[in-house]
């Protein structure tokens, strides 16, 4: 492999990664749940959903009618409202079995997909020159460090590409991220007496 598809594919495998992290696992594991729930149509949480409808009927209908004066008919509902919200919990149960199997699905993903390739590229293209800076372009001791962990002096080596494009691609995620963050309001006046008073 050429060392400018080296360096390509470092970066691809590293953008991925922070987008990943930026996003947040929690919120793919939702968007994943989202996408889980909309294509299986006779899973369990269907099923789930049903109940809890029955339930709220139920309910409603029990409300609707005096307990005193139709008491067989309130007790039957009642019965059957808790024999629902047994079942519910049962259920409820097993949505959340399903939803950490697809939790951990996502995870194997992205460890397929994304950590393996790093380190795999770590590790075996680590004595790989990836490019050569002019002698006598930076001082002596750094351009023995840029080489680092096996290469030769003023050859970039694959730990400092990856250090070098890992700030690079958090500092562009900073600067894309921070206008669209929401403000923070100053300190009423109140707030910092109270914040003078506690120190």
Avoid at 35 to 64: C, F, P, R, S, W
Avoid at 115 to 136: D, H, Q
């Amino acid at each position: 492999m050429t060392p400018y598809s080296i360096l390509l594919l470092v970066v691809w495998f590293l953008t991925a990664k922070a987008i990943v992290s930026t996003a947040g696992k929690p919120s793919l594991h939702n968007l994943a749940w989202m996408v889980y729930m909309k294509t299986v149509k006779g899973g369990t949480h269907v099923k789930l959903h049903d109940k809890k409808q029955e339930l709220i009927a139920i309910n409603k209908e029990k409300k609707a009618i005096s307990a005193q004066d139709e008491y067989a008919k309130w007790t039957k509902l009642n019965r059957k409202a808790d024999k629902l919200s047994t079942e519910i919990t049962q259920l409820q149960l097993e949505v959340n079995i399903d939803r950490t199997k697809v939790n951990k699905l996502i995870d194997w993903i992205f460890t397929i997909l994304i950590t393996i390739p790093i380190w795999f590229c770590r590790v075996w293209y680590r004595k790989s020159l990836l490019f050569y800076l002019p002698s006598g372009v930076l001082p002596y001791p750094l351009e023995w460090a840029l080489a680092l962990p096996f290469g030769l002096t003023g050859a970039v080596g694959m730990s400092v590409w990856m250090f070098a494009v890992n700030q690079v691609i958090s500092s562009v995620i900073f600067l894309v991220s921070f206008p669209l963050k929401p403000s923070v309001s100053a300190p009423s006046k109140e707030e910092a007496v109270n914040n003078k008073n506690n120190k």
